[in-house]
C-alpha cells in the first residue's frame, strides 16, 4: 500500500516515479502544447479526433472481451453476480453500468455491482489514498460472499492500481473468474486476471486525465459486458429491450412501442396486453404473438429461462 507517507521514502517515490514515466496513460506529447491558444472550434476538432481513436483501440480487444462475456453469462446462469472493482474514474464507471441494469434489463440490483475505493464518498470526492489500500477490495468481497460462481472486473487506467489488484488477487484465489481492463500494455491488473482487456489509448488530450479517452474506452467494454451478456440471457428479443421496468412515463410508453413492434397491434391492444401481463413486455409479447393466456405464458416462459424467442416456438 502506498500512501502520503510513503512518498517521502525517497526510494519508493522514485520507483513510483519510474512506474508513472513508462505508462502511455501518463505521456504527453509537445504539439499539444498550445492548447491554451487555440480558438474554441479547433479545440473541439483536436479532441473529437482524439476520442476518435478510442473505439479503435477497443476492436483490437474483440477476443479477450468476448470471452469475458462468455464467462460472465455461464456465471450468470449459476446465479452468479458480475462485480467491478475500481478507484476513481474507473470506479465510477463501474458504478454507473451496474447501477443501469436493473432499469433497463430488468435485473436485481444484486446481479451487478460496483465497488469503488473509498466507498459511496468517493463517488462524487475523492478520497485521499483509498486507492492505494490494496486490501479494501477484498474486505468488500468478503462482506459479498464472494464464491466461484461470481465474476469480478477490475478497472483501472494505469493497469497497477494496488485496490484493483488486491481485489482481483483475492478473487481469483476464491476461484472467481477475474476480468482486468486497463489503457496500458502489460498491466499488474492484466497479470493478476484471468482475462486481460487492455485497450491502449495512448496519451490523453490533457496529459494524465484518465478520465477523458482511457474513461470513455472502459465505458464502452462495460457497456458490452453487461449488454452482451444480457442478450445472451435473454434480455433482449430482435434487438429490442423486453425486460425493462416501466418506472416513468417515457418507460411506459417505450413499453408500449415495444409490444406494437413486435407483436404487430395496435397501442390498444398492447396496451390491454400490458395490463394483463401486470406490465411484463415480454409476456404481453408472448400472450400476443401465440395467442396463449397469461398463465400458460408465464409457465412457456420460466420453461424456457425466460428466452422470449424459445417460448415463442414452445407455444407455437
Not at 476520442?51 to 453469462?73: K, L, M, Q, S, Y
Not at 453500468?97 to 436493473?102: I, K, L, N, Y
Amino acid at each position: 500500500m502506498l500512501n502520503s507517507d510513503a512518498l517521502n521514502d525517497d526510494s519508493r517515490l522514485t520507483a513510483l516515479l519510474s512506474v508513472l514515466e513508462g505508462l502511455g496513460t501518463e505521456a504527453s506529447t509537445t504539439e499539444r502544447g498550445d492548447l491554451d491558444l487555440l480558438e474554441t472550434v479547433e479545440l473541439v476538432r483536436r479532441m473529437n479526433a482524439e476520442d476518435a481513436r478510442v473505439p479503435v483501440a477497443v476492436a483490437a480487444c474483440v477476443a479477450e472481451i468476448a470471452a469475458a462475456v462468455d464467462g460472465i453469462t455461464e456465471r450468470f446462469r449459476r446465479g452468479g453476480r458480475l462485480i467491478y472493482i475500481g478507484a476513481g474514474t474507473a470506479g465510477r464507471v463501474g458504478v454507473l453500468d451496474a447501477s443501469e441494469c436493473p432499469p433497463t434489463f430488468g435485473t436485481d440490483p444484486s446481479m451487478v455491482i460496483g465497488l469503488i475505493a473509498g466507498g459511496e464518498t468517493a463517488i462524487r470526492s475523492a478520497v485521499e489514498n483509498a486507492e492505494d489500500d490494496g486490501e479494501a477490495a477484498e474486505a468488500s468481497l468478503r462482506d459479498l460472499e464472494l464464491s466461484e460462481n461470481d465474476t469480478v472486473v477490475g478497472i483501472s487506467a494505469s493497469g497497477r492500481t494496488p485496490y484493483v489488484v488486491g481485489g482481483l488477487d483475492y478473487a481469483r484465489g476464491i476461484g472467481a473468474l477475474t476480468v482486468a481492463i486497463a489503457s496500458n500494455a502489460d498491466s499488474a491488473i492484466g497479470a493478476a486476471a484471468e482475462i486481460a482487456i487492455e485497450v491502449v489509448t495512448g496519451p490523453e488530450f490533457i496529459s494524465g486525465s484518465t478520465r477523458l479517452k482511457s474513461g470513455t474506452a472502459q465505458k464502452l467494454v462495460v457497456n458490452m459486458l453487461t449488454t452482451l451478456s444480457m442478450i445472451k440471457l435473454g434480455k433482449t428479443y430482435r434487438g429490442v429491450m423486453v425486460d425493462l421496468q416501466a418506472t416513468n412515463e417515457k418507460l411506459h410508453a417505450r413499453s408500449i412501442r415495444t409490444v406494437t413492434q413486435l407483436a404487430g397491434v395496435g397501442v390498444e391492444d398492447a396496451s390491454a396486453a400490458l395490463a394483463s401481463a401486470q406490465g411484463s413486455v415480454k409476456l404481453a409479447v408472448l400472450m400476443l404473438v401465440t395467442g396463449a393466456s397469461a398463465d400458460a405464458s408465464a409457465s412457456a416462459l420460466a420453461a424456457a429461462d425466460g428466452i422470449l424467442r424459445d417460448a415463442i416456438s414452445a407455444l407455437s
